[in-house]
């Protein structure tokens, strides 16, 4: 394989992956919904999956802001008490997710005009 095909597949990986984003900030936003109105520690868990796989997957792809950005909301859902959520530490998270949002949003998914 020469350097043209194997840099034509890491852009289409690249693409790929940047294309699955959209999906997991849906994701990331149903399951937010919920908890902030019950907190299910289920619910957490599969939020907190897909969080990491951002965190330990972006700045393989050139994002690193991004995976800044999901450590920080981790370090954060490690922090709440399943038994009796903290308002304030909801309202960081909160914060810290909307963060993320805008770092998927403005920097990484402009080229696959981001719908919402």
Known sequence: MNSENIQDKLEQ??????????????????HWCSLKNNWDEEIQGAMYM???GIAGSAETFGMPELTTQ???????????DPSSPDTDLLQKIDSE????FIKLKTNYLIENNWSN
């Open 13 to 30: 990986i690249r693409l790929s992956y940047i294309s699955s984003l959209e999906n997991k900030k849906n994701a990331i936003d149903t």
């Open 70 to 80: 999901a450590r920080t909301v981790i370090d954060l859902l490690k922090q709440v």
């Open 50 to 52: 897909i969080i990491h």
């Open 97 to 100: 997710i909307d963060g993320l």
